[in-house]
Nanobody, 124 residues
Framework: QVQLVESGGGLVQAGGSLRLSCAAS????????MGWFRQAPGKEREFVAA???????TYADSVKGRFTISRDNAKNMLYLQMNNLKPEDTAVYYC??????????????????WGQGTQVTVSS
């Protein structure tokens, strides 16, 4: 049974940093794109960042230059380093895995496996 478990969320002041982790179990995803999405209260879930198996990555414009996505295929782990956090980054952050090996994109519908989410709250 595939499981994705996020950790590392919390409360931080504006300008601070957090590092989110996502541990995958049940199968390996060395050939699959992995991504981070977020959902703020009253808003739809949105794309944050994605990383291909070889390290190619892409970011939402709102986080470009502040967030860094990375992965450790040997450990089946996904990370999101978030710097210079802003109150508008407050959301539940989800990690997800694209079900199709080799595909690389930001379309949420392509992501089949999802974690339960971790709360990130940025105070002003």
């Amino acid at each position: 049974q595939v499981q994705l478990v996020e950790s590392g969320g919390g409360l931080v002041q504006a300008g601070g940093s957090l590092r989110l982790s996502c541990a995958a179990s049940g199968r390996t995803f060395t050939s699959n794109t992995m991504g981070w999405f977020r959902q703020a209260p009253g808003k739809e879930r949105e794309f944050v960042a994605a990383i291909r198996w070889n390290g190619d990555n892409t970011y939402a414009d709102s986080v470009k230059g502040r967030f860094t996505i990375s992965r450790d295929n040997a450990k089946n782990m996904l990370y999101l380093q978030m710097n210079n956090l802003k109150p508008e980054d407050t959301a539940v952050y989800y990690c997800a895995v694209d079900m199709l090996s080799g595909r690389f994109g930001v379309n949420m519908n392509n992501y089949y496996y999802w974690g339960q989410g971790t709360q990130v709250t940025v105070s002003s």
